[in-house]
């Protein structure tokens, strides 16, 4: 499976971006994607989750009410649609596919994209 991310840039406070994420290979086995950031001097952190059978969608609580995740099985993307952006939002963004489950899991990761929100 490869992913390719794109969409990041720099926006103002209280803007909006959509990230894309398209997926390419094998991508009948994927079970849940989801998005990631990661701040400078930060750990990477779980965003947004997206399971593809039932298309169930999770959010960390920094980000409820704000941002949601979407994906469009034809074109094999998953979109991040960010609003009401804030400075504290800046970070890049991974998109990742989880494909099995634990013992025989398997992540893959994009190269991420950069996102940073002005003041």
């Known amino acids: 499976v490869q992913l390719v991310e794109s969409g990041g840039g720099l926006v103002q406070a209280g803007g909006s971006l959509r990230l894309s994420c398209t997926a390419s290979?094998?991508?009948?086995?994927?079970?849940?994607m989801r998005w990631y950031r990661q701040a400078p001097s930060k750990q990477r952190e779980l965003v947004a989750s997206?399971?593809?059978?039932?298309?169930?969608?999770n959010y960390a609580d920094s980000v409820k009410g704000r941002f949601t995740v979407s994906r469009d099985h034809v074109k094999n993307t998953m979109y991040l649609q960010m609003n009401s952006l804030e400075p504290e939002d800046t970070a890049v963004y991974y998109c990742?596919?989880?494909?099995?489950?634990?013992?025989?899991?398997?992540?893959?990761w994009g190269q991420g994209t950069q996102v940073t929100v002005s003041s």
């Open positions: 997206i399971i593809i059978g039932g298309g169930d969608t």
């Open positions: 290979g094998s991508t009948e086995y994927i079970d849940v």
């Open positions: 990742n596919a989880q494909v099995g489950k634990i013992p025989k899991r398997f992540d893959y």
